[in-house]
């Protein structure tokens, strides 16, 4: 009995301590894997933020996809203080902050850390309108009718002072034409355009220089709206109907259409030439 428990006491001991260098072997392992994530953790950090990491200036930005804004332009218009950190940056900050300037459908920021720099990837909005305005001219000192920019489908204004790249492309210039302070009338742009695109009669110019009477010129003449009002659209179906007033009045006879009550249009006319009397045969 005595050997056997002797035996057995051993087995125990032998047990326990293969036991506790196992326990010992596997909290080495946790504590070593802890220190590996924390200096792995620990490096990335200051790997990223070291002062190499920012944007100095915006020649650092690379601009993708613009056709009718230079590079330059967009840059120009970047709501970012410089230097900038790439970690810091606020990509949707600078996403709203662009769109609110300029006419662009979708806007994608890519942050690069090696080298750092930025890079953004715009799809333009082609503008629909090319805004006039009065202007003091500096050399004769009187008002005079100049182009002041451009407007989109939504009502984003643009200044002369962009679209250095549609100024060489002529062709994609917008044909309509809009007279007027862009302030009166940006806050209905969406709506009026939205409209006014749906429109069967030809439009050229929309002249809103006086808010009160909004005059269209369209391939049928001048056409008298009044006010911008929530009557437009009847204006428009009822100026649709008028298409045809060609064949029952001469274009060239026409002053003006009247629709500032839709209810009851009207045309003004021309007077038309008087006839000379035929000398009398003697």
Do not use: C, H
């Amino acid at each position: 009995m005595t050997a056997k428990t002797s035996i057995s006491t051993t087995k125990l001991k032998n047990r326990r301590d293969e036991l506790k260098n196992k326990r010992r072997w596997r909290d080495s392992v946790s504590v070593i894997r802890s220190l590996l994530i924390m200096s792995f953790t620990g490096g990335i950090f200051w790997f990223l933020t070291l002062p190499n990491w920012v944007i100095k200036d915006s020649q650092q930005i690379k601009i993708q996809g613009n056709n009718l804004l230079t590079d330059n332009e967009i840059r120009g218009l970047i709501p970012l203080k410089y230097p900038q950190s790439l970690l810091k940056l606020s990509v949707i900050d600078l996403t709203q902050g662009l769109q609110k300037k300029v006419p662009l459908a979708n806007v994608v920021v890519i942050r690069e850390l090696l080298p750092p720099n930025l890079t953004i990837k715009v799809t333009e909005k082609k503008p629909v309108a090319i805004a006039f305005a009065m202007e003091i001219s500096p050399k004769t000192k009187k008002a005079e009718l100049k182009q002041v920019g451009y407007i989109d489908a939504d009502g984003v204004f643009v200044s002369n002072e962009l679209y250095q790249n549609l100024a060489k492309q002529p062709e994609l210039k917008p044909s309509l034409k809009i007279l007027g302070i862009p302030q009166t009338y940006l806050a209905y742009w969406a709506d009026f355009y939205s409209l006014l695109n749906q429109s069967a009669v030809k439009i050229n110019e929309i002249d809103w220089q006086n808010p009160t009477n909004i005059i269209l010129t369209t391939e049928l003449g001048k056409v008298y709206l009044g006010p911008y009002t929530s009557k437009f659209s009847q204006q428009l179906m009822i100026l649709e109907k008028l298409k045809n007033i060609g064949g029952k009045i001469p274009k060239e006879r026409i002053i003006y259409i009247d629709l500032t009550d839709p209810e009851m249009p009207s045309v003004k006319e021309k007077e038309p030439p008087k006839k000379e009397n035929k000398d009398k045969k003697n």
